[in-house]
């Protein structure tokens, strides 16, 4: 269950070496934003290593610099022999990107003789053309299991401000959402930038898993396990899906065609979030 990815520079071992203690369901071990292009060489040599030695059990997710830069491919010629989980490549903005992106990671998994297909992508959606496109993004190749909103970059390419309200990217949280689920795959929101402002987290996460996404990023350990437990099917919701399905069963027993839970009729729609929210419930219980 993915419902916290944390971002952890590549460039410092202190915070890589304790990477698996912070909380997070999954982490981004960064090789773009949070690296000076003069350390570039050396964060790829310390993520390499440390994912070959250090063993992690969270899902290990390295973002890489995007296509248009110098970087990208030395920094997958790397990291995929040591086998993350997943590759996020940023600035996507078309399909394009993602098969390029895709190609190469092939290419590289048939020379280290791995299972074609081992690796997944992630793609980092961070501009309006990027937004425009997101379902050609999310369908672009069977690698792509989820997409991701970043929200700080976004709004420079908007030219407008980034706020605590979040107004300004309320039409991009709803076309991803909608680009993923029509694709199939999970979607991820945007880190909450002020590490101080919990209470304004949680309701900025709140409201993103009302649109629909699957989790949130986050840039501070401290976020996560708000993160974590805005993302997680309360107790009451657990019970609710247990009792829907022992309602279907009963009615199923007893002959009977039209089931109602709680006076309301259980249709297809209740049955599916309950399905959902009790796979939830299975997967915390089970770790990664």
Request: proline share 5%.
């Amino acid at each position: 269950m993915r419902r916290s990815m944390l971002f952890l520079p590549g460039n410092s071992p202190n915070i890589l070496l304790n990477a698996d203690f912070l909380g997070s369901d999954s982490i981004i071990l960064d090789l773009e934003d949070a690296v000076a292009p003069t350390e570039k060489d050396s964060a790829r040599i310390l993520v390499r290593n440390a994912i070959k030695s250090l063993e992690y059990t969270r899902e290990v997710i390295v973002r890489i610099n995007p296509v248009d830069s110098p970087y990208w491919k030395k920094d997958l010629q790397a990291i995929v022999p040591v086998k993350p989980d997943m590759i996020m490549p940023t600035k996507v903005s078309c399909s394009g990107d993602v098969k390029i992106i895709a190609e190469y990671i092939e290419m590289l998994e048939k020379e280290c003789e791995m299972e074609v297909g081992s690796i997944s992508i992630i793609p980092l959606i961070e501009t309006a053309l990027g937004v425009e496109n997101a379902y050609e993004i999310a369908s672009a190749d069977e690698r792509v299991k989820a997409i991701f909103l970043g929200g700080e970059d976004l709004t420079a390419d908007l030219r407008c401000k980034r706020t605590k309200e979040g107004q300004e990217i309320f039409y991009a949280r709803s076309r991803m959402v909608m680009a993923a689920r029509a694709a199939g795959v999970d979607v991820y929101d945007t880190p909450w930038t002020d590490v101080e402002d919990y209470d304004g987290l949680i309701k900025d996460a709140g409201f993103a898993k009302s649109l629909g996404f699957s989790g949130k990023a986050s840039i501070s350990p401290r976020h996560i396990p708000f993160i974590n437990e805005v993302f997680s099917p309360t107790e009451e919701e657990i019970q609710y899906a247990k009792d829907v399905f022992e309602t279907i069963e009963k009615a199923k027993a007893e002959g009977k065609g039209v089931v109602s839970l709680r006076g309301k009729m259980i249709d297809a729609p209740i049955v599916a979030r309950a399905r959902q929210v009790l796979e939830a419930a299975e997967a915390m219980k089970g770790g990664r």
